[in-house]
């Protein structure tokens, strides 16, 4: 389990802190109250983040923090004191955030920070900006924020490294740069990743608004004028990151199976209409297999409804192991899935779907201690040509109705 470390010589805060964020996340809590007392927890744990007060009774002028960070630890500063020149000098060591303590919504602040940077870890950042100086001080920033941060120095190089690594969350990108500009690189990206997909905040020191409005209406997320604070820095990409961690939320909520997680039938018949154009063009050809969990009326009447779920859970994960990512994965409706795989030949999905119908027959799923399922699966497959989709479906549930009828653990092809 990961650990935190308070430093706090105020003990009812400390031990209130804690105990909040053990409740509110999955970690364990050390607390130190004097400087030389978090030196020896420092070198017994490895801490995900330390909360530092600044005025110890060992330390008392903010030594803590200094020491801390030699040691490469993150950290946030805690601190009573609202003098603006004091937070700016602290803001302006590599901390991550500087949160006053005056009440139970900073203890709350400290909850979300820490929730939020815990997220972070998953997301990519694409970082664009010829200055290599300042290039450097942004990574520096988003690294602390727990992001993953590859930079690069032009947009020639970030749409290279996006196609390489096209789970990225997030591009940040300067204006005035050689070979393609930010504003140009905005433009392409857009032709491949909507908002909904890949956020992109732009950057730039450029004082014409119409810049501004230009990169907004070319498809950023946000505008952020140099030069800025590391708060604005922070508070800006954590924001967007957020809320595309929302619409992400949303979309994935109205797309996806609520049990199995696979896509439903009204997002396949959507995604399937935009493929069956570009393969009109490409001539790409692919197969609609039909796969339907045999007997399991007798599952469910045997062992009930939520071990027939867990059944479903199970193959449902079988069909998205054996299967490719560009391949399309759906639960049309109880036990019954489609797959479409997709730039293939009879013969290759013939073997895919016998590798699926063979590890299915192997599986054996453990109800209790003393119960176990064997269960098998019957395939219909249809190869697409000049058919409508739905007829190209058709074809494949007729096969699937005759392989059940013929003898169930078996696939059919037309």
Known sequence: MKRILIVEDNKTL????????????????????????????????????????INLPDAP?????????????????????????????????????YVN???????????????RLEKNQKHKVLLVDDSMVFRKTMKNMLENLFYQVIA?????????????????????????????????LTHEIRKDYNKTELSIIAISSNNDEEVNALFLKQGANDYIKKPFSKEE??????????????????????????????????????NMQEYIED????????????IDIDNFKHINDTYGHDVGDKVITSISEIIRTNTSYRDIVARFSGEEFCIVLKNINKYSASDILERL????????????????????????VALHNDDTLEETINQADMLLYNAKQNGKNQILFN
Do not use: W
Request: aromatic share 10%; charged share 25%; hydrophobic share 45%.
């Open 279 to 290: 393969v009109k063009e490409s001539g790409e050809q692919f197969a609609v297999a039909m």
């Open 61 to 97: 002028n903010g030594e803590i923090v200094d020491y801390v960070l030699s040691k490469g630890n993150r950290a946030i500063v805690l601190s009573a004191n609202i003098d603006k020149d004091f937070r700016k000098k602290m803001l302006q060591k590599n901390i991550i955030d």
């Open 357 to 380: 119908r063979q590890e299915v027959e192997q599986f054996i799923f453990n109800v209790d201690a003393a119960n176990q399922i064997k269960f098998t699966i019957s395939i219909g």
């Open 233 to 270: 820095f922070s508070c800006r990409i954590n924001n967007s990151i957020e809320a595309l961690e929302n619409i992400q939320f949303i979309t994935n909520h109205a797309n996806r199976d609520f049990l199995t997680g696979l896509y439903n039938r009204r997002y396949f018949f959507e």
């Open 152 to 184: 690069v120095a032009h947009g020639e190089e970030a749409l290279s490294m996006l196609n390489v690594h096209p789970d990225m969350s997030m591009v940040i990108t300067d204006y005035n740069m050689p070979v393609i500009n930010g504003l140009e």
């Open 101 to 115: 303590k005056s009440g139970v919504d900073d203890i709350n602040y400290i909850i979300q920070t820490i929730s």
């Open 14 to 53: 400390a031990k209130l802190l804690a105990r909040k964020i053990e409740l509110s996340l999955e970690y364990e809590v050390d607390i130190a109250y004097k400087l030389s007392e978090a030196k020896l927890f420092l070198k017994k744990y490895t801490y995900f983040l330390t909360l530092l007060d």
